[in-house]
């Protein structure tokens, strides 16, 4: 009875654990999710930092398998190259081994501390970043706690007679070993878990050294699995690439620390007689040298990825390029065809928009995912123009010829920045009305409806413009921006007398309507800048007070 009630418990300690992390790992999503990944997005853009940022951003989220996802979903958009990719995941890997070194040292004082001023900054904080940041403080906590109350249970199972007949076998199949680690981290999807409880099965002589070391090889194997499982769901194959290349890195390893455990096992025993820091010292080792034999080798590895899984010619993708012809002839040539890409951007502006009203006014929460996935089409089709404009040949080109790639490129730059607008700032506003519950009036309602279909038909004009360079249709788009300025001046007064009519309720939803019909004007100054401006300019009109920006002060 005794022994099946310390299995209860050495199972609720372990979920507590679990738990804990994941904890720590929401409450850092979502706090700094959204920085994380812009993080993430600037050190992508060489293997250096991206292997510095992977070893940061894991530390925090306390999980390589969370930066895994993160950067699987970049690579597989599109959105990074392979190679800093992939040394992200090598810094990832290193990143947990902080996180181990960290907890493998008594902090059981530090537990009641970390919950209860979790539990105050989640409790009183007035801020949603207060009070993520105070769930994970609760969480590290009961990490903490549940890995003092784990080594207390197993320290009397040392000499139960069964437990010391199960690990004597399993002790002497290190591969068993690695196998039991590798399904049961994948399982949890946390490396971090299994090698801490690893090194506490060590200290209380549980398991001997190799078997440990074993343990820790499957972890780190199992650690790799997940990216892959949830990759293999993707109809695209080239999204495999960086997963697959994190679980052959991991392989790697582990085959070579399986073939040299017994050499492995005497030296780290020499240099580390606890038998708990052999486990942790050893993930240590493992994860620094696997980081620097693979680095050096990541351009021909990634070539080798990019075999194995080509990319996906898909007729019906989206941010595939429809008409940018591999080699164009001549200049004109080149320049229409990045002139017909570039009304794309337009389309799915504007398609974006349409999903951005029915979020923000019809309350459909799902077209807040799909405008963000909207947002990264437009950024790969304006980085697919830049690059093709960039092939052509500067001593071809005539003066009107680099004007007109200016012109492509100011459009398709201004287009995605708008809609990045839309994806970012008009979709943070309807999480919050969706969070807050906030309700327009009809009258509120209505007026952001029109001003909406007033920033499409302003893109319809801008798409006439930009092929048209009409200096008339310029004028009446530049003037559109008047129009915007009327309607923020008018939600702001509307807002100001409803505070202080004390109307707490009603200046709410009409606060929230400023920063809508803020972000709409946004928008639309991208749009204007997009064509109305390149025009204008050549004609000596945008010195014209009417047409340039003003300040507005509310």
């Not at 040392?158 to 437990?163: L, N």
């Not at 001997?208 to 650690?223: E, H, Q, T, Y």
């Not at 697959?244 to 492995?264: D, F, K, M, Q, S």
């Not at 493992?286 to 080798?297: C, K």
Request: proline share 5%.
């Amino acid at each position: 009875m005794s022994f099946s009630v310390t299995l209860v418990d050495l199972a609720g300690f372990a979920a507590l654990l679990l738990w804990g992390v994941h904890m720590v790992q929401t409450g850092v999503m979502r706090a700094l999710g959204p920085r994380l990944k812009v993080v993430l997005r600037r050190a992508l853009r060489n293997p250096v930092r991206g292997f510095c940022a992977g070893i940061a951003v894991t530390t925090l989220l306390q999980s390589s398998t969370a930066t895994a996802l993160v950067v699987s979903g970049f690579a597989a958009s599109g959105l990074v190259a392979l190679v800093p990719a992939l040394a992200v995941m090598l810094g990832a890997n290193i990143g947990t081994t902080l996180i181990v070194q960290a907890l493998s040292f008594d902090v059981t004082a530090f537990a009641p501390v970390a919950i209860l001023a979790g539990l105050i900054m989640f409790r009183r904080g007035a801020a949603t970043l207060m009070r993520d940041l105070g769930r994970a403080a609760i969480g590290l906590g009961l990490i903490v706690l549940a890995l003092h109350h784990l080594v207390d249970l197993l320290r009397p199972l040392e000499d139960a007679p069964s437990i010391r007949m199960l690990m004597g076998v399993i002790a002497t199949v290190p591969l068993l070993d690695v196998i039991l680690a590798a399904v049961l981290t994948w399982a949890v999807h946390s490396s971090v878990a299994v090698v801490l409880i690893t090194a506490s099965l060590a200290a209380q002589g549980v398991v001997p050294p190799n078997a440990a070391i074993a343990l820790v090889l499957g972890a780190n194997l199992g650690s790799a699995i997940a990216p892959v499982v949830q990759a293999m769901g993707r109809d695209d194959r080239a999204a495999l690439r960086l997963p697959v290349g994190n679980l052959i890195n991991r392989l790697a390893g582990v085959a070579v620390g399986l073939a040299l455990i017994e050499p492995i096992g005497a030296l780290m025993v020499t240099w580390q007689p606890d038998p708990a820091r052999v486990a942790v010292d050893f993930h240590t080792v493992f994860n620094i040298v696997t980081a620097l034999a693979f680095l050096p080798l990541l351009g021909p590895f990634a070539r080798l990825l990019e075999w194995l899984y080509p990319d996906r010619e898909d007729e019906a993708d989206p941010a595939r390029p429809r008409y940018l012809a591999p080699a164009a002839d001549t200049p004109v040539v080149a320049l229409g065809a990045a002139a017909r890409e570039a009304l794309r951007l337009a389309d799915a502006l504007d398609e974006m928009l349409d999903k951005a009203a029915r979020a923000l006014l019809g309350g459909e929460r799902r077209r807040i995912a799909e405008a963000r996935d909207d947002d990264d089409i437009l950024d790969r089709l304006n980085r697919e123009i830049r690059s093709y404009l960039a092939l052509l040949d500067p001593d071809e080109l005539s003066a009107t010829d680099r004007r007109r790639v200016e012109e492509i490129l100011a459009f398709s730059a201004n287009m995605e920045q708008a809609a990045d607008v839309v994806s970012g700032r008009l979709m943070t506003d309807a999480r919050k009305r969706l969070k807050r519950g906030i309700a327009f009036s009809p009258a509120e309602e209505k007026e952001l409806a029109a001003l909406f279909e007033r920033l499409k038909a302003n893109i319809r004009l801008a798409t006439s413009l930009f092929m048209t360079a009409d200096p008339r249709a310029a004028r009446l788009l530049a003037l559109e921006k008047a129009a915007f300025r009327d309607s923020e001046t008018a939600a702001a007064r509307l807002h100001f007398d409803r505070l202080r009519q004390g109307l707490a309720i009603l200046a709410d939803a009409s606060g929230l309507g400023i920063d809508i019909v803020r972000d709409l004007k946004l928008v639309n100054s991208h749009v204007v800048a997009a064509s109305a401006y390149p025009v204008l300019a050549r004609t000596g009109e945008l010195r014209d007070t009417r047409l340039a920006d003003q300040p507005q002060s509310c």
